[in-house]
């Protein structure tokens, strides 16, 4: 294999991080650690021309002003629909060479170690030529509920064979898997060959293969614009790539990689980022009396804090947001017609 393509997935709808995440302006295109935004730090990864090739975008035509704005012209796929993961790497590496190595990277992930991501690609990338598809996998240093995991099974060159992949699990099962020091969290980065990846599709999902297929015929370009065909591609059935083509497949392999990751899932991941980033907790003017462990988001007003310990504040606009750190996951059950 040559240089690996990247893939950069753009999306979400923005409700863990409301209200300074919103459908209009999601999670990937905030500076939420440091001044360049997650997208833009994603691309920054996977600038090394020697090593990478130009990055494939994945976007819906919603995001596709914003994702000019903040990082020029790429080449650039629009989904006509929210079609969720698999589908959305599915027209990448429909528009490369069978044989091009997929990087495929969330856009709205932390890495903290970059070293560590290269040395993780690389390892990923030698189990990828032997026709792997290899997801990236999280050591955990704490029993998280709200992360996927993955059994690690027997030795590869570079990695473990996939076990199992357990969807988020509750506390007690969390707490074992930490303890057996054979799971790591499932870090929603992927690499593996384009044709690989459309072959086990077509094993897995034969429809979703079909109508993929289909939107990529119908489609059309506009300069460095790739526009599937719609009305194949609507015909979808909406599936992650976890889903639709990892669990299903004995191809699966995982390298683990201890690189300083976090989804920024939810508030309380934000903190723990940038706790271990060494960044500011607490917007500039914040006052804290008998306050503990807290954090602030401020868009201008001043926020006080007293006598509570363990909680985060959100100031967007007029939209004020207090939680606990431990009801982070919660804040997406507030009501979406309350959101506006």
């Not at 044989?99 to 030698?126: M, N």
């Not at 006052?287 to 007293?306: E, K, L, Y």
Request: charged share 25%; net charge negative.
């Amino acid at each position: 294999m040559q240089v690996i393509q990247p893939v950069v997935l753009c999306g979400g709808s923005g409700t863990r991080l409301w209200p300074l995440s919103r459908p209009d302006r999601p999670k990937p295109f905030l500076p939420l650690l440091g001044k360049r935004t997650l997208f833009q730090q994603t691309l920054d990864r996977v600038a090394d021309r020697s090593r990478f090739a130009d990055p494939i975008v994945v976007a819906g035509g919603a995001h596709t002003p914003m994702i000019e704005d903040q990082a020029g012209r790429h080449h650039l796929i629009v989904e006509p629909h929210a079609k969720n993961t698999a589908p959305a790497i599915a027209l990448a590496a429909a528009r490369v060479p069978r044989e091009a190595a997929l990087l495929v990277c969330p856009s709205d992930h932390h890495i903290g170690d970059e070293d560590a991501f290269r040395e993780g690609v690389e390892a990923a990338k030698s189990l990828a030529e032997r026709g792997k598809l290899v997801c990236f996998g999280i050591a955990p240093d704490r029993p998280e509920t709200g992360y996927g995991y993955i059994e690690r099974g027997e030795a590869l060159e570079t990695g473990h064979a996939v076990s199992r992949f357990v969807e988020k699990p509750d506390s007690e099962a969390a707490e074992s898997y930490l303890a057996s020091g054979k799971f790591v969290w499932n870090g929603g980065i992927f690499l593996f060959r384009a044709g690989d990846y459309l072959d086990e599709l077509a094993k897995h999902r034969p429809e979703m293969a079909k109508l993929i297929d289909e939107a990529v015929a119908s489609g059309h370009s506009e300069g460095h614009v790739f526009c599937p065909g719609a009305a194949p591609f609507g015909g979808i059935a909406a599936e992650s790539i976890d889903y639709a083509v990892m669990e299903a497949t004995e191809r699966a392999a995982v390298v683990s990689a201890d690189m300083g990751w976090s989804d920024i899932g939810d508030w309380n991941a934000l903190m723990i980022a940038r706790e271990a980033a060494g960044l500011d907790l607490c917007a500039p003017g914040t006052q804290a009396v008998g306050a503990d462990d807290i954090m602030t988001v401020s868009d201008g007003a001043r926020i006080s804090v007293v006598g509570l310990d363990d909680v985060i504040v959100v100031v967007d606009g007029d939209e004020v947001l207090v939680l606990s750190r431990d009801a982070a996951q919660s804040v997406r059950q507030l009501n979406p017609a309350d959101r506006t």
